[in-house]
């Protein structure tokens, strides 16, 4: 029903920046809560960042919040995710994720669909 795709990941040097987006189908995009998860090998999923319906509320993890920006355009049916002075320990798969429910969705299990994920890879 709802397709993600990210796109934007690469590798980057530590306090560098990258811009995640996350392409969406369907013509009720605006209806969905959207997220950022990354996962790290040997971790858990972890809850990067989410934005409201609307785009007027933004909820992010405290160990990004002062970095990571999110952001949405209803119009071209994508969310981003801006990253700065990134670390190494942001690397991981990024995904993109849209939520039917609750604001903020924090858990995984508060998304219906799911992107395939897209890779960051900091240096240092």
């Known amino acids: 029903q709802v397709q993600l795709v990210e796109s934007g990941g690469g590798l980057v040097q530590a306090g560098g920046s990258l811009r995640l987006s996350c392409a969406a189908s369907?013509?009720?995009?605006?209806?969905?809560?959207m997220g950022w998860f990354r996962q790290a090998p040997g971790k858990e999923r972890e809850f990067v960042a989410a934005i409201s319906w609307s785009g007027t509320n933004t909820a992010c993890a405290d160990s990004v919040k002062d970095r990571f920006t999110i952001s949405r355009d209803n119009a071209k049916n994508t969310v981003y995710l801006q990253m700065n002075s990134l670390k190494p320990e942001d690397t991981a798969v990024y995904y993109c994720?849209?939520?039917?429910?609750?604001?903020?969705?924090?858990?995984?299990?508060?998304?219906?669909?799911w992107g395939q994920g897209t890779q960051v890879t900091v240096s240092s």
């Open positions: 369907g013509r009720t995009f605006r209806s969905y809560n």
């Open positions: 994720a849209a939520a039917s429910s609750i604001f903020p969705p924090l858990r995984p299990y508060n998304y219906n669909y």
